[in-house]
């Protein structure tokens, strides 16, 4: 299993790779923005959300609508709706070796559901 600061790091790396993304701690959390306004990726750890059921380790990321319900349904040991957030975040786990492509795609598609258009036309997706 992989460390949660390699989580972290992989996490981090791939959200500041994109356009205008900053970092700020949110409810004790790493949380990534878009020209520091609007939260597009959350990362959660047991340690900083000790009330998580089952505890893990795992990324909360906005979701185009009804990709949540069709992640869930897919890959439920993977993907999880988030108990905050609301219906358009998609909780994915990172604990059990994480595919990074996989990874790097939901927060790509979690950017793209918050960044203004200038911004998503810098993206090569």
């Given at each position: 299993?992989?460390?949660?600061?390699?989580?972290?790091?992989?996490?981090?790396?791939?959200?500041?790779?994109?356009?205008?993304?900053?970092?700020?701690?949110?409810?004790?959390?790493?949380?990534?923005?878009?020209?520091?306004?609007?939260?597009?990726?959350?990362?959660?750890?047991?340690?900083?959300?000790?009330r998580l059921d089952p505890p893990?380790?795992?990324?909360?990321?906005?979701?185009?609508?009804?990709?949540?319900?069709?992640?869930?349904?897919?890959?439920?040991?993977?993907?999880?709706?988030?108990?905050?957030?609301?219906?358009?975040?998609?909780?994915?786990?990172?604990?059990?070796?994480?595919?990074?492509?996989?990874?790097?795609?939901?927060?790509?598609?979690?950017?793209?559901?918050?960044?203004?258009?200038?911004?998503?036309?810098?993206?090569?997706?």
């Amino acid at each position: 299993m992989a460390e949660a600061a390699d989580l972290l790091t992989g996490a981090r790396r791939r959200c500041l790779a994109l356009p205008e993304v900053t970092e700020a701690r949110t409810h004790g959390a790493p949380t990534w923005f878009v020209r520091g306004r609007r939260s597009f990726v959350k990362f959660v750890h047991p340690d900083e959300h000790p009330r998580l059921d089952p505890p893990h380790v795992a990324i909360w990321a906005a979701a185009p609508p009804g990709a949540r319900q069709e992640l869930v349904a897919a890959a439920p040991g993977r993907f999880f709706a988030p108990r905050f957030g609301g219906r358009d975040r998609v909780g994915m786990r990172l604990d059990a070796e994480p595919d990074w492509d996989e990874v790097g795609e939901v927060i790509v598609d979690a950017y793209l559901q918050v960044a203004p258009t200038a911004l998503v036309a810098r993206l090569d997706v």
